[in-house]
């Protein structure tokens, strides 16, 4: 649905953008992943037509970026919420709306019933006949998520939707997120947030003006070399520390009542690993992995590069 070959965006003769190469199909939930300053929202606005590529070739379904025919069906298809939020600042929030509906050429009572869904979504109805002018971060971050999707799009572009929101708020989107991904939306997250690019998305890929790794997050953990598994005990003894060292693991940090274990593939390794605990005494109680996994890989990989 999204696809791009060698796309490239140079401000002067600085390199924003260098000959990323990506694919994301048709409902996928497609994270993007980088430092500031990588290049992500050059990437999104490259695709959302708003600035031109310096090389290379994008298509957004069946229309390329740089086609001047295409680009207002581009436009259409897509919804793109980026970090200007563009809300007329004097316009209610249910006339900002409005005007974006009427933009796409919805009708009446389209508009109508989209907006009165989207604003009470978003938890926004009561604040509606308000200027945006007035609102705070939050509710203008709301507000501009609510425009990206008025014309309830087939491709949605996603620049940092969560940032500014409360972590109620942030879970309303996130789910909304997985609810238009069951409706075959695609949806093109550009995020900081590791633990939200492993809740929503299908892959993800890590940019420093290059494109560094996509993948699934359970790929990209999985090229991590050693991973950490807490095993939480009713009460540990040395019986249960035995077996597992026995079993060729490394054993550290052990408490009265737990132990990590160092391994590389724990949904690989941790049945067997319960099973020699359990087998030598020990009642499991929590089993969990120790650290972020997607954040060690991704600090590993950017640091590398
Ligand atoms: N209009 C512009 N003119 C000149 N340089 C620009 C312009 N827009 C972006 N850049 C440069 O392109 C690079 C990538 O910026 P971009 O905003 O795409 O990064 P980002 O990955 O979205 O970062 P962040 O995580 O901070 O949002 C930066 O070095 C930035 O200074
Ligand atoms: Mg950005």
Redesign the pocket.
């Known amino acids: 649905m999204i696809d791009t070959e060698n796309l490239t965006k140079k ?2 003769d ?1 390199i ?2 260098d000959s990323v190469t990506l694919h994301v199909g048709r409902g996928e939930v497609f994270g993007f992943l ?10 999104v606005r490259m695709l959302a037509c708003l600035v031109s590529k310096s090389s290379g070739s994008a298509t957004i379904g069946d229309y390329e970026i740089a086609d001047r025919a295409d680009q207002p069906k581009i436009r259409k298809m897509i919804g793109l919420l980026t ?1 200007n939020v563009g809300l007329y600042e004097e316009l209610s929030a249910y006339d900002n709306l409005d005007f974006y509906g009427r933009y796409y050429k919805l009708g009446e009572q389209e508009r109508k019933e989209r907006i009165q869904y989207l604003l009470k979504l978003l938890e926004l109805w009561d604040r509606k006949d308000s200027a945006a002018g007035t609102f705070s971060k939050g509710m203008k971050q709301k507000l501009a998520i609510a425009r990206a999707l008025v014309h309830d799009p087939e491709v949605l572009f996603l620049d ?1 939707p969560t940032a500014n929101l409360d972590p109620e708020a942030s879970k309303t989107v996130r789910d909304f997120i997985l609810e238009l991904k069951k409706e075959k939306r695609t949806i093109f997250l ?1 995020t ?1 947030l590791l633990d939200e690019a492993e809740r929503v998305c299908d892959r993800v890929a890590i ?1 420093k003006t290059r494109l560094i790794t996509t993948g699934s997050p359970q790929d990209l953990r999985r090229s991590l070399t050693a991973r950490k598994v807490k095993i939480q005990l009713q009460r540990l003894d040395g019986a249960v520390i035995s077996s597992v060292k026995e079993m060729g693991y490394q054993v550290g940090e052990a408490t009265a009542n737990s132990i990590v274990v160092t391994l590389k593939d724990p949904e690989v390794d941790n049945p067997a690993i319960l099973r020699a605990v359990q087998k030598a005494g020990g009642n499991v109680v929590f089993v969990s992995e120790v650290g972020s996994s997607l954040e060690d890989v991704y600090l590993k990989l950017v640091r590398e590069d």
């Open positions: 401000f002067g600085s924003a953008v980088g430092p500031n300053g990588a290049g992500k929202t050059t990437t970090e940092e550009n900081h940019l």
